[in-house]
């Protein structure tokens, strides 16, 4: 194939014409002249030489027979030629219509075959250009549109994450329970493809020490053979001691760690990240997977850190509910002393009478057949009871007694310097007047009394121990109600 490129100027300037309003459906260059010729070679001229031929030799006289035969095959030869004009000229139309049919068809691939720089020519390399500049923008459409479909996949991703996380936030705010939050983190974690196998890991008491309080991930037989698994790994320790961030991949040096994943986890990278609460580590977040030659994206490693974050966060909150609830000492109903200070208190008056050699009682008083209250009457009578019954204890003990709510309907009264005597005395009046009392649901008398089970204890003689006390007076306790309820047992 002859292929001959034509200026862009020229190319320019021949195609021109075609966007005017010139009624010519050629252009005037070249094409037009051929056109003429062809047309006169093949029937113009031949028509005027046997013209010639008929008037000037056949006619008037047939003598030379050379002659004629002569001019016939002159003539034929000229019609011949014009012929191959006009073949010349049609063919490449032809050849050039169907090649723009198959490129409108689809077939970017195609090339015009251009054999001269006239206007078919022109119109071939045109043709040719324009079918390049197609290719080369569905070339760029696809590259656009791999592009945008992986960005809608991580925009989707992260509207699915960003989900995730205010649903951590929700169960955060409405005070759910730590080991829901952990499980939920770590079951969305585990929907991410690099993070196949997720752990949470909190410090033991032994150093460098590890347990793996709870773990998440696509393998469930690997999980349940993780849970409670101990590890000893100083590094883990180093890196929460200095709250640092560890990316095991295949970008960075393995070492101890990553022999720790393959023998521990069966993984191959993995991004630890150490859980802080009031400048203190409180665990360790591990996202790992087990991909050949994978390294984490900053992207990736961030999301790790807000997924971990919401996990300190929840931790944190669970601890400082449980300090709260140990320093809390007020029981909210009654408005007595807890259990958890009725306990504390008591051990220090027992040492403080041990030490001083002075007596120290103890009452415990539980409601008798309160549950079938509860049922019979409902909550809100029960809860109106057992204020009513803590107004009594109160009005009946001294300014040194200590009185609290130890269970749902049982109280405990921390008597110093009273001994099993006093202390009887106080339960049984306690008991009296509970028996007297007309309780009320509401603005309603209720239509039965209420009556309590005591038991006394006191120190030495049933306990040198705040906890032994409370386990005498508590065993009096259940003897009364096994003796018939409604009395004091020592």
């Excluded at 016939?72 to 049919?101: C, D, H, M, W, Y």
């Amino acid at each position: 194939m002859d292929e001959r490129t034509v200026p862009k100027a020229e190319l320019t300037s021949r195609l021109a014409p075609i966007a005017s309003a010139s009624p010519r459906s050629l252009l005037p260059k070249g094409m037009r002249e051929k056109l003429i010729v062809a047309f006169s070679l093949m029937s113009v001229v031949p028509l005027l030489v046997l013209g010639y031929i008929l008037t000037n030799y056949v006619f008037p006289n047939l003598e030379s027979v050379w002659d004629l035969s002569i001019i016939v095959v002159l003539a034929i030869t000229i019609a011949f030629l014009g012929f191959l004009v006009a073949r010349n000229l049609v063919l490449p139309v032809v050849k050039l219509a169907s090649e723009a049919q198959a490129i409108a068809e689809g077939h970017l691939e195609r090339q015009v075959e251009v054999r001269a720089p006239d206007e078919i020519g022109t119109l071939g390399l045109a043709l040719n250009q324009i079918t390049s500049k197609v290719r080369e923008n569905m070339s760029q459409l696809r590259v656009y549109g791999e592009q945008t479909k992986h960005l809608n996949l991580e925009i989707n991703r992260r509207i699915l994450t960003f989900s995730h996380l205010l649903q951590v936030s929700n169960l955060i705010t409405q005070s759910a329970k730590v080991e829901e939050v952990i499980r939920f983190i770590l079951e969305k974690l585990s929907q991410l493809e690099e993070a196949e196998l997720n752990c949470l890991l909190e410090p033991a008491p032994e150093a460098n020490t590890f347990v793996i309080r709870s773990a998440m991930g696509v393998y469930p037989e690997q999980v349940q053979t993780l849970l409670k698994t101990r590890l000893t790994a100083p590094w883990l320790a180093k890196m929460l001691k200095e709250n640092q961030v560890l990316v095991i991949d295949g970008e960075a040096a393995k070492g101890h760690s990553g022999e720790l994943l393959q023998e521990l986890f069966g993984m191959s990278n993995a991004v630890c990240q150490p859980l802080v609460s009031i400048g203190q580590g409180i665990g360790i977040l591990i996202c790992a997977n087990r991909k050949p030659d994978f390294t984490y994206t900053e992207d990736a490693i961030d999301l790790y850190k807000v997924f971990a974050k919401q996990m300190a966060i929840a931790i944190e909150n669970d601890l400082l509910a449980k300090r709260a609830e140990e320093l809390k000492v007020i029981d909210e109903l009654t408005g007595l002393y807890n259990a958890s200070y009725m306990s504390s208190r008591l051990d220090e008056e027992v040492r403080r009478a041990i030490r001083y050699h002075r007596p120290c009682s103890l009452v415990v008083i539980n409601l008798d057949n309160f549950r079938q209250f509860t049922d019979l009457y409902g909550g809100l009578a029960a809860e109106g009871t057992l204020r009513q019954v803590s107004e009594i204890l109160k009005a009946k003990a001294s300014e040194v007694d200590r009185i609290g709510r130890t269970s749902a309907d049982e109280f405990a009264l921390v008597l110093p310097e009273r001994n099993k005597r006093e202390a009887i005395e106080l339960a049984e009046a306690i008991r009296r007047q509970i028996g007297e009392t007309a309780f009320k649901n509401g603005p309603k008398p209720l239509p039965c009394s209420i009556t309590v089970s005591g038991g006394v204890s006191e120190n030495p003689i049933d306990g040198a121990t705040g906890e032994e006390l409370f386990a005498k007076a508590l065993s009096s306790m259940k003897a009364a109600k096994l003796q018939g309820k409604n009395r004091v047992v020592a």
